[in-house]
């Protein structure tokens, strides 16, 4: 083989190894450090503190850190008013208060309470700020509740700090911080490829901090006077988010210097993949691995999270050091870019390597910049193409912020279907009519006569919980799946819960689909269903651009059909036997995988015929920005609007996680339904990209009878079909 010759096999060869790897690497690292850091999710180090004085209070403290592997640090406070302020400055994230008791060493003390009329001898308070995190909130209470049970406490609860009633999960602030990474290191990407002499520092400040004003007032609307997650504090909310954008745009303008095109893949890891999981905002820092912890204090995403939330919740306090990180992170990028500029100016001596590669900014050359290539339009106004390069990374901050925040930031139950049992069917209809009245449109609750159809309907997915009416007596029974859902699940725990002890009886929690160990959140589904949906989208996207000759249907297809089987194998192997958060079901989980990635494969090619690269708007809106929310995977179903609720039986998305789920949890029942809905959108994407090819074929074909010269150039050169043969 000639030379000449190989040289285009290599370099076909390396599109086609980028075509593949890139969207590989990208699935690998998010489903394994999403997954090996938040499927299991165990409370370690958490601080926590006994208020009294005696020796009930020193026991319960010992109690606290006796075990092996203790997941608390307790500490002893003497006063109320000590455990409030240390809440609120986030050093401790609860307080149990034991009532006043006779061998109380100094009874004199604030350990009652003011606001509580009557901290009595048998009534704890349980103290926790939820702003500072609903899931730690939550983990605080599971684990000093027993603590007063086993000294005959009741617990009644307080909070230093609540979360608003349009923010009662606190995504607020998450949406916020994401958005803020998103815009800093997705537009610097896209002007590496689009327009690299922005990239040069004395061009890319100033247009930067432009741009990081601008996306701070979208992000803000966005999240408070649009959709009501954030209130108040407009100045200082604009300015954490300007020096979030900032910094991490100027980071990942020094990551290009350094990785050039493919910058994107060490961008994205360390503001999202590592920043989402240390950022405690989603889970708490104390229940991830320890190297989350280190990376809480040095990451942007966890510094512009509790930067916001310290503002919006704390009135600013602890806020310093938080934006503090921030500068130095916008600073050392600053420097560091400077340096690398510096250095390879003096090695080019000033000139590009006659590669097309700027020799400042390590990207390649603007078309119109580039010596030799062909006489070009002429380029519009440096504003349009502002604008132009722009409105991508606009449109897809906007898109998720909007549409996820909009989704999950308000999660109260909505006509969520669960069940009152009673032996009788008067009884029942009777309880069911006075709960309603109680409850109101939260919950569509249905009377039964038998606790085994509830069973029944509860593993079918019918419904999300059933109260069992107690025999004189006994216990009542709240019946739920904590596979079907662990939010749903703690609702119906919670709301029946009360009600029984309203009514002073004594309850029971069956849990008829329970999360295993490796799955404590019943989140590993939908970590699963996003990496299958990410190996389908991304790898067209790139094929669109670098390999748009794979998109014809007779290459297209066992070239998808290889991608597929690879990637729900690679996915399902580093999902279980690596991290082991997925135990058994291998082919069942295989299959769905290699489904869910081919489907959206499918999809994503049609909408790149006709859109190239930018496919990855409507389809990640699609499947990702709409589907994330509809999917049941993270929020319950009938806690999230009915805009979102109505799509649950429609995108992909949604199917593959029901699919898994009921593979893992239900034995498979009920799966025939959303097996269907994928095997429609993977059909219909089918028909479409054969109907587009046989039209694109035809005006090829048409085109080339009407033309002259292109007839001319079809004809083959004398000997070439000898030297083919050759």
Avoid: C
Wanted: proline letters at 6%.
């Amino acid at each position: 083989m000639s030379e000449a010759g190989a040289t285009p096999r290599a370099a076909k060869a390396a599109r086609y190894g980028f075509v593949f790897a890139f969207p590989f690497v990208m699935v690998m690292l998010l489903v394994g450090i999403y997954v090996s850091a938040m499927h299991a999710p165990q409370p370690h180090d958490l601080p926590v503190a006994v208020v009294g004085s005696g020796a009930q209070a020193e026991r319960s403290v010992a109690a606290l850190d006796a075990a092996d592997g203790s997941p608390v640090d307790a500490r002893l406070l003497r006063s109320v008013d000590e455990a409030k302020r240390q809440l609120h400055d986030r050093e401790i994230a609860g307080a149990l208060v034991l009532p006043d008791s006779s061998d109380s060493s100094d009874s004199s003390d604030n350990s009652g309470n003011s606001d509580s009329d009557g901290n009595g001898g048998t009534t704890a308070q349980l103290w926790t700020a939820q702003a500072a995190g609903a899931s730690q909130t939550m983990t605080v209470s599971q684990l000093l509740t027993p603590v007063a049970a086993a000294s005959h406490l009741t617990v009644e609860a307080h909070d230093v700090a609540p979360l608003p009633q349009d923010d009662q999960s606190g995504m607020g602030v998450l949406y916020l911080s994401v958005g803020a990474m998103l815009a800093g290191y997705m537009a610097v990407t896209v002007a590496s490829s689009g327009m690299p002499r922005l990239l040069r520092l004395k061009k890319l400040v100033p247009v930067l901090a432009g741009w990081s004003a601008l996306m701070s007032v979208v992000i803000w609307t966005l999240a408070g006077p649009v959709i009501g997650a954030v209130s108040g504090h407009a100045p200082e909310v604009l300015g954490t988010a300007f020096l979030g954008i900032f910094a991490v745009g100027l980071t990942q303008a020094f990551l290009t210097r350094l990785f050039g095109p493919i910058a994107v893949i060490p961008g994205i890891t360390l503001f999202m993949f590592l920043g989402v999981p240390a950022s405690n905002l989603a889970l708490s820092i104390h229940t991830m691995p320890g190297f989350f912890g280190f990376l809480h204090h040095v990451l942007p995403l966890p510094a512009v999270g509790e930067a916001l939330r310290a503002i919006v919740y704390f009135d600013g306090d602890g806020a310093g050091v938080h934006l503090l990180t921030l500068g130095i992170w916008a600073l050392a990028a600053l420097l560091l870019t400077a340096g690398v500029d510096l250095l390879k100016r003096r090695k080019a001596d000033g000139k590009t390597d006659g590669t097309g590669t700027d020799a400042a900014t390590g990207t390649g050359q603007d078309a119109a910049g580039t010596p030799g290539a062909p006489a070009a339009r002429k380029a519009p106004h440096p504003a349009v193409q502002y604008v132009m390069l722009g409105a991508f990374p606009f449109l897809m901050v906007v898109l998720m912020v909007g549409l996820m925040l909009s989704g999950m930031h308000k999660p109260l139950p909505r006509d969520l279907p669960v069940a009152v049992v009673a032996d009788s069917a008067q009884a029942a209809e009777q309880t069911a009519q006075g709960l309603e009245k109680s409850l109101g449109s939260s919950f569509d609750i249905r009377p039964l006569t038998s606790a085994d159809e509830a069973k029944r309907q509860i593993r079918d997915r019918g419904i999300a919980g059933a109260y069992v009416l107690p025999a004189p007596g006994e216990k009542a029974q709240i019946l739920s799946a904590g596979g079907a859902g662990m939010s749903q699940q703690q609702v119906v725990q919670r709301t029946f819960g009360q009600i029984a002890a309203q009514q002073g009886v004594r309850t029971e929690n069956i849990d008829l689909a329970p999360l295993p160990a490796h799955d404590g959140m019943g989140t590993v589904t939908l970590y699963l269903a996003i990496g299958f949906t990410m190996s389908g989208f991304i790898v067209v996207t790139i094929m669109s651009a670098a390999a748009r000759e794979l998109l014809r249907v007779r290459r297209l297809l066992p070239v998808l059909a290889g991608w597929a089987v690879l990637m729900a194998t690679a996915v399902w192997l580093l999902a279980g036997p690596v991290i082991g958060a997925v135990h058994g079901h291998a082919w069942q989980i295989l299959g769905l995988g290699a489904l869910m990635v081919f489907t959206v494969s499918l999809v994503t090619a049609v909408f790149a015929r006709f859109l190239g690269p930018l496919a990855v708007i409507p389809v990640v809106t699609l499947m990702m920005f709409l589907g994330v929310p509809a999917s049941n995977g993270g929020v319950a179903l009938h806690m999230v609007p009915g805009f979102f609720q109505a799509l649950h039986g429609v995108l992909p998305l949604p199917a593959v996680v029901e699919s898994i789920r009921s593979v893992l949890y239900f034995g498979a029942d009920g799966i025939g339904g959303h097996l269907g809905t994928l095997a429609l959108w993977g059909g219909a994407a089918l028909v479409l990209n054969v109907a587009l090819d046989l039209f694109q074929h035809r005006r090829d074909r048409d085109k080339d009878l009407t033309d002259p010269a292109a007839l001319v150039a079809a004809e083959p050169a004398p000997g070439a079909n000898a030297e083919a043969l050759r």
